[in-house]
């Protein structure tokens, strides 16, 4: 048997060798991206020109426009793809804390996403600890009518194994038992605030949504235990049906023109700063994979599109618009597979939702090694959510991207808030995405047989469980198997 498998392995090993050699274009790549990249100083110039890219506003469209003309600029064959969606935006946030309604005190508070358009509520606050399922079930009538007080991630001292959700999962937990309002606790020192969509649709969800910062979130914490607090929450937001548009730059493949590989990443933001690192790290590394691609005149067996997505922050509206427009345009099964880039830098691997990619991303890696020893062909197999890679997935369409990157600047802790700004940004990192990722789209579209396909309804059901992904989906109502 130990003979068979070393022999299994061998093979394996010779068929993914046979069938690809890509290291002369890999060194082509890798010479004219770090020679040439235009990633690190178009993206200085949109922070500094255009700034934040939230979907439905002014510099929204200009960030659209931007991206088309600099692509065009390349040389690339770009067009937009305009759908429309439910916008939204704040306007006015006013969040106050005292033991009584004659007490109240001014809290910094930040709205999250997609609260309702104008709020104004006073109620006591309940505590809900995690703000999963089981924090509510031992007394379910306790929320009722009252304000839920959520920690963002898992609190220290929780159960071994205890798994945290997404905010808008927690915000519709709050709301099924009967929360009038939810303010959710940043895990970030120093009283950094964090936005981002408390609705797991992207539509509007029927009670506020606040987030607080860490040192005074728990400081409330420690004070419900000993004395009633109550909050007075109001608000203003705007939401409205608006035009936005994805970013499409497409190769045609030369021998399979209707097999497609989606190199894909949101290029909104959220409106509180410039959204450098989030996502401008990975859509700008991807405009320049697209630069990459044209100035080398790659050619590639099967159809790549660079796509920078709108509406990802609100709920994945671009990426779902793309796939619902395949789906009706009966295509959706020429999309192979799926790379996706949200705030990726500087990668030391390659990750993927199917694991049977494992022998082709690996020896590739090895070549990348061979380059460059800082790429350390690190692999991850696993399939999680609330990216532009979700719609695909649910698709049953293979996705990926890259692996064991750090972000740069300890920029972490300003994902989502007024310090996500261009000088977290390094430009080694972000020349690091777009070189190793552009070797990864080349090897994807040319090599001879990708060993995995889309999935049919019953086997993509039983991989969504297995990934432990039916709970959050069936929170969100994407869950569709009964």
């Known amino acids: 048997m130990k003979y068979l498998f070393a022999s299994a392995l061998l093979c394996t090993s010779f068929f993914v060798q046979a069938q690809d050699n890509f290291g002369d274009v890999f060194n082509k790549i890798n010479t004219d991206v770090q020679q040439n990249s235009k990633a690190y100083e178009t ?32 040389g690339c064959d770009v067009k937009f793809q305009p759908f429309e969606v439910e916008s939204w935006a704040r306007k006015t946030i006013n969040v106050e804390i005292g033991a ?34 089981a924090d509510y079930q031992s007394n379910p009538d306790k929320f009722k009518g009252k304000i839920a007080l959520i920690y963002l991630g898992v609190l220290p001292g929780s159960a071994a194994g205890t798994k945290s959700l997404h905010r808008s999962e927690k915000t519709a937990i709050a709301t099924k038992y009967g929360a009038t309002g939810v303010i959710i606790i940043n895990t970030v020192k120093d009283g950094v605030l964090l936005t981002g969509t408390a609705s797991v649709t992207g539509k509007l969800i029927p009670i506020p949504a606040v987030c607080i910062g860490l040192e005074d979130g728990m400081a409330l914490k ?15 937001n705007f939401s409205g049906l608006i035009k936005a548009r994805n970013v499409v730059a497409t190769f045609k493949g030369a021998e399979s023109p209707n097999d497609r590989i989606v190199v894909g990443g ?7 700063a410039t959204g450098a690192i989030d996502n401008g790290i990975g859509s700008f590394a991807i405009m320049d994979m697209a630069r990459t691609f044209k100035k080398l005149n790659l050619k ?31 295509n959706i099964s020429q999309v192979k597979f799926m ?22 991303f690996t020896a ?74 552009a070797m990864l789209t080349y090897a994807l579209a040319n090599t001879p047989k990708i060993p995995v396909g889309v999935q049919g309804e019953e086997e993509l059901r039983t991989f969504l469980e297995a990934q432990n992904l039916k709970e959050p989906l069936t929170i969100a109502g994407e869950w569709r198997w009964k």
């Open 300 to 330: 590639t067996r099967r159809t790549v599109e660079f796509v920078l997505f709108m509406g990802e922050e609100q709920g994945l509206l671009g990426s779902k618009a793309y796939v619902e427009q395949a789906k009706k345009a009966g």
């Open 339 to 360: 790379l996706n880039y949200d705030m990726t830098n500087d990668p030391k691997g390659f990750s993927t939702s199917r694991a049977e990619m494992k022998e082709l």
């Open 43 to 74: 993206l200085k110039y949109e922070t500094e020109n255009i700034g934040h890219r939230l979907t439905g506003s002014a510099n929204g469209a200009k960030a659209e426009q931007y991206a088309f003309d600099l692509l065009k600029s390349y």
């Open 364 to 437: 590739w890696g090895a070549d990348i090694v061979k380059i460059d020893t800082g790429f350390k062909n690190l692999f991850n197999a696993g399939a999680g959510l609330h990216s532009d890679h979700q719609p695909f997935m649910l698709a049953g369409i293979p996705t990926g991207g890259g692996a064991g990157g750090k972000l740069p600047n300890n920029s972490g802790p300003f994902y989502h808030s007024d310090g996500d700004s261009f000088k977290l940004v390094d430009e080694q990192g972000l020349k690091n995405t777009v070189r190793y990722s």
């Open 266 to 272: 949101h290029l909104d933001s959220w409106d509180l």
């Open 100 to 133: 009584d309604k004659n007490t109240l005190n001014k809290m910094k508070a930040v709205t999250l996403a997609h609260s309702p358009v104008k709020a104004d509520i006073t109620g006591s606050i309940v505590d809900a600890g995690n703000g999963l399922e």
């Open 222 to 236: 420690e004070r419900l235990k000993t004395q009633a607090r109550v909050a007075h929450i109001s608000m203003t």
